[in-house]
């Protein structure tokens, strides 16, 4: 059976997976991924949403009421070395997509606030990249809309790049609980690549009173819900595994709490 967790994506077509908030039965996240063939177009209103494009390949040219951003985007995959190209939209705006080449876009959004805010170009060269963990739990990482900028109302957006037969998102770890400065409240969503693409990865979302507890085996282009508990992952022998996380939620502000059980890892 498959978890109410996973949303499997679809192999053919434009629309790969999409996560709105009634489906997720959440208030906060919305997302989609979507393939374009070269010459296609796409254009969406964002609403009272705020909205954060992100360029996952391929090329594409960009226009927010009038104004074009052309040629963005230089990734033939997301497992490249190097940072996409994204737009941060505000609410009441139009944005349309052409695609120069064959390309694969993330929108990621979240409701809006009342402050006045304006569209940004999110270069590839101001986004930071590090390196987490150490060992079998290494993986990097790119921020391309973290909770320090102050350009967003609610969304987070960020890459992760998990080697093959290592861990990411562990120790395990969960943001469900509105109780700064020890954590905050942040609904998630993990849109899946892997390379090579017939591999597969775990994901596991749980809590302290295991009352969710669920495991989903994932495969490429897969997301998966995180409302909340812990949601570490697992990249088995020979698959790298590839994740673009969307979090918003009251406040915009990324502070998490570890698993008590595995926080023994991180000593010494």
Not at 59 to 87: Q, T
Not at 184 to 191: A, D, G, S, V
Not at 203 to 212: E, I, K
Not at 222 to 229: F, I, K, L
């Amino acid at each position: 059976m498959t978890s109410p967790l996973l949303v499997k994506a679809h192999a053919a077509g434009r629309d790969i997976a999409e996560v709105t908030p009634e489906r997720a039965g959440w208030v906060h996240v919305g997302f989609l991924a979507q393939r374009l063939k070269a010459g296609e177009a796409e254009t969406r209103e964002t609403g009272k949403r705020e909205l954060c494009l992100v360029v996952l390949t391929g090329r594409v040219d960009v226009e927010i009421d009038g104004r074009v951003y052309p040629g963005l985007g230089s990734r033939a995959s997301v497992f490249e070395e190097k940072s996409p190209a994204a737009v941060y939209v505000p609410p009441g705006r139009s944005v349309s997509v052409r695609a120069g080449s064959d390309a694969e876009l993330a929108w990621c959004s979240a409701p809006a606030d009342d402050k006045p805010r304006e569209v940004r170009l999110i270069e590839p060269a101001s986004m930071r990249r590090s390196v987490r963990g150490k060992g079998s739990n290494t993986r990097y990482v790119c921020d391309i809309l973290p909770h320090d900028d102050p350009t967003a109302a609610h969304l987070l957006v960020v890459e992760v790049v998990t080697p093959a037969g290592h861990s990411s998102s562990y120790p395990p770890h969960k943001h469900d609980a509105e109780t700064p400065p020890s954590e905050t409240q942040l609904e998630e969503t993990y849109y899946h690549r892997l390379n090579p693409p017939q591999g597969f990865a775990f994901q596991r979302v749980y809590t302290d009173d295991r009352s969710l507890d669920e495991t989903c085996a994932v495969e490429d282009h897969d997301v998966v819900m995180v409302p909340r508990g812990y949601h570490p992952v697992v990249a088995p022998h020979g698959y790298d595994n590839y994740y673009l996380n969307v979090m918003a939620g009251p406040n915009r502000l990324w502070v998490f709490r570890n698993d008590p059980a595995h926080e023994w890892m991180l000593e010494g």
